[in-house]
């Protein structure tokens, strides 16, 4: 028997179907009190949170919380999936918890109590959420939950955890002691009299119904810590008995919805036809997945994404860069002259500036994606796609990625691991990261607050519709990329595709918050630590020069200035500028300009092309470091420094449209993202299709750059 009560710490795990309001149950129990990390093995990503129960005598009992991936069964068809049998059949895994919370949609409670009866036959200490009971009864569907209960030996409760309905009496009910659910939902022994008990005694799992899924899911099973010696036990025991695991699924399946059907009939009950939501879902898909309209719809709705992302961040990021120039001109004049004066000023709180900025924008971008995913919008999008992207040798599932990858590369990575056909996952990793991620964004605006002008054309703003236009780009390029690799990757495996569309419901703002406040947390800790650590790095290296480089300037600027009566501010800028182009990054800078000259970057913008082969973002703290060394000591913003960099060979502005335009191209196609890599290194399990990515994606930006420079210029 399991007693809360007596504990002073306790693990829970939630589960559920996809869309079955998981999340928002996570969210209402832990708030802001939560963290993202990685299952040991996998670079698949868990939600872990904590909160706190208080028991009869009013001592506080430590609860944490594992999100766990969402799944329909045990039996896993993608990676991600195979994490919830990993935790809940393997006593030994760190994430084991002490209770499960299953989480189901009340208003489909079949598909739900399938994963359900497969956890109480766990024999783990369980209770079932009816979550989203709004929805169920406006369906007419009535449910006796306290029947339910009896009849899985589990407690229900229900709930609307949208409205934080029913998480009270979730607490409540953890507190109390209930022992692992005694009744069983299939007795696992008829299908292979003994091979539960042979399993047992190999590996430590948690019940006879985790030996049998352990036969079951032997083939790629990574948890129990199995050795050698135990893995060909294991594999002996499965053969001697003819175990087959394809056949006795679908039997275990059948008698299981079996079972369930009867106990549908007992507990739910119909008071009356379909109502509003269904109706209304309907109307909406009828308007929103039209197989003309859908398209354009979803290309307006993404318009008016860029376009709000660049009107309402212009006003805050002005802010932030006006904040950060005054910083910079205080700090200096408050700090003594010499190299620590220079490492804060020029090189930490440019670094800083180049990372804060950004934030407005990145916080809008996730709110619209959040809001577009909450609402139930996104499935709509992925189903409508799916004929399109099968002519170019993807399924609907790679919306889902292609779309993340408008955020990032990294976790839309990831989700293609719920694409069960190999050659459409291949594709679709190799293509991702062609789609404009939110490192691209501080890049792309601040080249287009370069190159076009402020304003508005028929109420358009004009630098919101280039923006779109560079994103646009990304996708064009994706799916022609995708039909190039449709013939070059031979794997021969029948495809198909299956979703749910979740009801559409208003978005739940609390989540979206967290989710806006979360993304733009690994922003700032994480991209920001790689760009202040780059931007340090190049202060070092734009600070020095071989030998005595810099005395040798600053002797000939001393003796042209008394000699020439140059204005001393002048002169101070001249020497500044000049020692940047002889220290460690000019000299490097220099060494590429032949290579990227006629793109039309000089050497400055090499270095940046350099140092954004660690992230992209990385740019604009690169452009600030850069230009912060040949400063004239002014309170002039990176924009502003670049805006009046003048070409010496044409005496023009150093970015026009064509250099600013080539940039652009550069960065919308090249691979400067060292995480991505090591991403699709691990899920392609070797450097091959990386290598390939990296070198196509490289040669794609080179020529696509060049080209438009040639034309533009």
Known sequence: MSNVQNKSKIKIAIVGNPNSGKSTVFNALTGLNQKIANFPGVTVEKRIGFFNLENESGQKISAEIIDLPGCY?????????????????????????????????????????????????????????????????RKGLGIDSGKLSEKLGVPVIPMNALK???IAELKKSLLHSFSPPEKDFTDVQKYSPGITEEIKNIIHVSSDYAAF?????????????????KTGKLKKIISDR??????????????????????????????GIMQGTHVRSKKIDSILTHRVFGYVIFLVILFLVFQSIFAWAAYPMDLVDRFFAWSKQMVAAAMPQGLLNDLVVNGIIAGLNGVVIFVPQIALLFAFIAVLEDTGYMSRVSFMMDKLLRGFGLNGKSVIPLISGVACA???????????????????????????????????????????????????NVQGLVLFGMYLIGFIAAIAAAWLMKFIIRVKEKSYFIMELPLYRLPRFSNIGMMIIEKVKVFLFDAGKVIMAISIVLWLLSSNAPGNKFETIEKKYNTASQNSGINHDEIIYKIKSEKLESSYAGILGQWIEPAIKPMGFDWKIGIALITSFAAREVFVGTMSTI???????????????????????????????????????????AMQCMSTLAVVKREMRGWKWPLIQFAYMGALAYVASLTAYQLLK
């Open 73 to 137: 069964s045990l039996y896993p068809k993608s990676i991600d999936e195979r994490i919830p049998f990993q935790v809940l059949c393997d006593p030994d895994d760190e994430s084991y918890p002490d209770f499960v919370i299953v989480i189901a949609d009340a208003s489909n409670l079949k598909r739900s109590l399938f994963l359900c009866s497969q956890i109480i036959d766990l024999k783990i200490p369980a209770l079932l959420a009816l979550n989203m009971m709004d929805l169920a009864e």
């Open 164 to 166: 934080k309905q029913g």
């Open 213 to 229: 899924q352990v036969a079951n899911n032997f083939e790629w099973i990574s948890a129990f810590h199995l050795t050698p010696e």
């Open 242 to 271: 003819n175990f087959d695991s394809d056949a006795i699924k679908a039997k275990e399946t059948l008698e299981r919805y079996g079972v369930i059907t009867v106990l549908i009939k007992e507990v739910v009950h119909e008071k």
């Open 410 to 460: 990294v976790p839309a990575i990831m989700s293609a691991r719920t694409i069960q056909n190999r050659k459409e996952r291949i594709i679709t990793i190799m293509v991702t990261p062609l789609m404009s991620c939110s490192a691209r964004l501080p890049v792309y605006t601040l080249l287009i607050s370069l190159i076009i002008p402020a304003g508005y054309f028929y109420g358009v």
């Open 627 to 669: 230009y912060s060394a040949g400063d004239k000591g002014t309170r002039s913003t990176v924009r502003e420094k670049m805006q009046s960099e003048i070409n010496p060979e044409t005496l023009k502005p150093r970015y026009d449209f064509a250099t600013g335009f080539s940039l652009m191209l550069f960065y919308a196609f």
